[in-house]
């Protein structure tokens, strides 16, 4: 089992920044890509970003790109999400989660996810 544990979510005005991390622990880190999800209310789950194991490639979502930036450390067991000039229609629990898969983008392709951080950004 990989046990994903998600920090750094909170309240920001419109055109802030916030950083998203998500530890792991209990398996090799650097053996999964990882990925962050959000779930605004009433919504479904979507894919925000993916990075690959080794940091080599990784992918985002349209409104994400440019905006976002993820990263990872696979020194620390820890994926990162940088969130910059962060709008009202951010605000949503973040998820991260581990994959075999390259760059999936679809959540059934993650096996392990983390409890999820709320972001809200005021306008």
């Known amino acids: 089992q990989l046990q994903l544990v998600e920090s750094g979510g909170g309240l920001v005005q419109g055109g802030g920044s916030l950083r998203l991390s998500c530890t792991a622990s209990?398996?090799?880190?650097?053996?999964?890509?990882m990925g962050w999800f959000r779930q605004a209310p009433g919504k479904e789950r979507i894919f925000v970003a993916a990075i690959n194991w080794n940091s080599g490639t990784s992918s985002y979502e349209d409104s994400a790109k440019g905006r976002f930036t993820i990263s990872r450390d696979n020194t620390k067991n820890t994926v990162y999400l940088q969130m910059n000039s962060l709008k009202p229609e951010d605000t949503a629990v973040y998820y991260c989660?581990?994959?075999?898969?390259?760059?999936?983008?679809?959540?059934?392709?993650?096996?392990?996810w983390g409890q999820g951080t709320q972001v809200t950004v005021s306008s």
């Open positions: 989660a581990a994959s075999y898969g390259v760059l999936p983008y679809k959540m059934h392709e993650y096996y392990y």
């Open positions: 209990g398996r090799t880190f650097s053996g999964y890509a």
